[in-house]
């Protein structure tokens, strides 16, 4: 009963191997900047994401690491996903 809150910053990667399909979600969007004045923009409990058509994924050992493993590379920027297909 009562309230349940989540807290998670980062993004989550979802790949559809079969039918080679991605989608992308970043949690957190806000950003504080500034050393000597500040500012900030985005909000703390928003999320923006893409549900896309990708090149053909391989599922493979280094596409794992990649998105899954310790090494795991976050999508900061939406603008910036290189697999989208045209």
Do not use: W
């Amino acid at each position: 009963m009562g309230e349940r809150s989540i807290e998670a910053i980062g993004s989550c990667t979802f790949e559809d191997l079969t039918n080679n399909r991605k989608a992308v979600l970043i949690m957190s969007t806000f950003k504080h900047q500034g050393m000597f004045k500040s500012s900030s923009s985005g909000c703390k409990d928003q999320f923006v994401g893409i549900i896309y058509d990708s090149k053909p994924l391989s599922g493979n050992v280094e596409s794992i690491k990649k998105n899954y493993g310790r090494e795991i590379e976050f999508v900061t920027d939406l603008k910036k996903i290189k697999d989208i297909k045209k």
